[in-house]
């Protein structure tokens, strides 16, 4: 048992040794979603980061249980609750990527529509 218990500690020591630096962030996430939610446009999207501050606090409290406890069941859902944060960043980082790509093909096609206009006024 005791053995099971440093396993436990040995392998969340990681995010234990983070958990300030993730519940500062959380706590950053949360303020920023709650500034946003001030704005008319902002109150769409403001519950992201608060749902991404959660998720980190949630982390860090769960991975030092599992320290304090060797409870597996809190080292899995420190680990689960981190997975889906940085699963949401990858999906929100997708969209962003495609939404600068269409915007930059957009704009490219509009240059060459202004261009292809201003050779024909002469």
């Known amino acids: ?3 099971a218990l440093n396993d436990v500690r040995a392998i ?3 995010l234990t040794d983070g958990k300030f630096w993730m519940k500062l962030l959380g706590v950053m996430m949360i303020i920023s979603g709650g ?15 608060i749902w991404l501050g959660v998720l980190l606090f949630q982390s860090a409290s769960a991975a030092a249980e599992a320290s304090a406890t060797g409870d597996v ?5 420190a680990t689960d ?15 962003a ?3 600068v790509g ?3 093909l957009l704009g490219g096609f509009a240059m060459l529509a ?3 206009g201003m050779g024909s006024a002469y």
């Open 102 to 104: 269409l915007m930059f």
């Open 35 to 49: 500034l946003q939610v001030l704005s008319i446009i902002g109150i769409l999207w403001a519950w992201v980061p």
């Open 1 to 3: 048992m005791d053995s």
């Open 73 to 77: 069941a809190a080292a899995t859902r």
């Open 81 to 95: 609750k981190l997975r889906l944060f940085f699963m949401i960043q990858g999906i929100l980082m997708l969209i």
């Open 12 to 14: 969340v020591r990681p």
């Open 114 to 116: 202004g261009l292809s």
């Open 97 to 99: 990527l495609v939404v």
